[in-house]
T-cell receptor, first 112, second 111 residues
Framework: SQTIHQWPATLVQPVGSPLSLECTVE??????LYWYRQAAGRGLQLLFY??????ISSEVPQNLSASRPQDRQFILSSKKLLLSDSGFYLC???????????FGPGTRLTVL | QKEVEQNSGPLSVPEGAIASLNCTYS??????FFWYRQYSGKSPELIMF????GDKEDGRFTAQLNKASQYVSLLIRDSQPSDSATYLC???????????FGKGTKLSVKP
C-alpha cells in the first residue's frame, strides 16, 4: 500500500530564515506530487505540482520554490521566510490529475 | 477562473440527524468529484468520490451529483459527534485538470 510522509511535523522559524520541507511517497511509481498551503481559517491553496522528476509547475508567485530530485521526493524551500508564510503545509499525491489526491500528515509552520 | 463554492458554515445538527453539505462548481467539463473530511489540525482524508450523475452510498454517507446543475452534495445520516469536522469538496478542472478545492463547510454535531 502507498504511504506519504512529511517532515518536520511542526516548525517555528524566524522571519528571514530559510526553509526546507520534505515529502516522500512509498509504494507507487511516477506519482503526481502537490504542495498546498492552508492558512488559518482559509482553504487549500495549491502552491506547486509536479508530474515527474525535475518538472515543477508553480500556481502562485511567491518567495517559495519546489524541487523534485527523485521520483518520490518533493521538497518545498524558501531562502527567506515572511510572516505570511505561516500555515499548514500539505503534500499530496495521485496517479492521474483528475483522480483522488491523498494527503500527507502536514507540516505546521509558524514564522515569528 | 474555475471555482468550487461551499457554504463556510458552521452547520450545526443534532446527533442522529441528517447533515446535508452542498457544493457548486463552475467548470462544466469537470469529470470527477470528491468529498474530504478534515479534523481540526489534521490533514484532509477522502470520504467519497463520484463520477456519474445520481447517488452513491457508502455506509452513512451518500454523495449526490447533478452535472446539469453543476451541483454535488454529501448527506451524512445518523450524524455523530465524531462527524464534527470541516468537509472539503473537490472537483477536477482548471487548465491542467488538477483538483480544485472549495474552502470547506464546518459541521458541528451536537450530542
Amino acid at each position: 500500500s502507498q504511504t506519504i510522509h512529511q517532515w518536520p511535523a511542526t516548525l517555528v522559524q524566524p522571519v528571514g530564515s530559510p526553509l526546507s520541507l520534505e515529502c516522500t511517497v512509498e509504494g507507487t511509481s511516477n506519482p503526481n506530487l502537490y504542495w498546498y498551503r492552508q492558512a488559518a481559517g482559509r482553504g487549500l491553496q495549491l502552491l506547486f505540482y509536479s508530474v515527474g522528476i525535475g518538472q515543477i509547475s508553480s500556481e502562485v508567485p511567491q518567495n517559495l520554490s519546489a524541487s523534485r530530485p527523485q521520483d518520490r521526493q518533493f521538497i518545498l524551500s524558501s531562502k527567506k521566510l515572511l510572516l505570511s508564510d505561516s500555515g499548514f503545509y500539505l503534500c499530496a499525491w495521485n496517479l492521474e490529475k483528475k483522480d483522488t489526491q491523498y494527503f500527507g500528515p502536514g507540516t505546521r509552520l509558524t514564522v515569528l | 477562473q474555475k471555482e468550487v463554492e461551499q457554504n463556510s458554515g458552521p452547520l450545526s445538527v443534532p446527533e442522529g440527524a441528517i447533515a446535508s453539505l452542498n457544493c457548486t462548481y463552475s467548470d462544466r467539463g469537470s469529470q470527477s468529484f470528491f468529498w474530504y473530511r478534515q479534523y481540526s489540525g489534521k490533514s484532509p482524508e477522502l470520504i467519497m468520490f463520484i463520477y456519474s450523475n445520481g447517488d452513491k452510498e457508502d455506509g452513512r454517507f451518500t454523495a449526490q451529483l447533478n452535472k446539469a446543475s453543476q451541483y454535488v452534495s454529501l448527506l451524512i445520516r445518523d450524524s455523530q459527534p465524531s462527524d464534527s469536522a470541516t468537509y472539503l469538496c473537490a472537483v477536477n478542472g482548471g487548465s491542467q485538470g488538477n483538483l480544485i478545492f472549495g474552502k470547506g463547510t464546518k459541521l458541528s454535531v451536537k450530542p
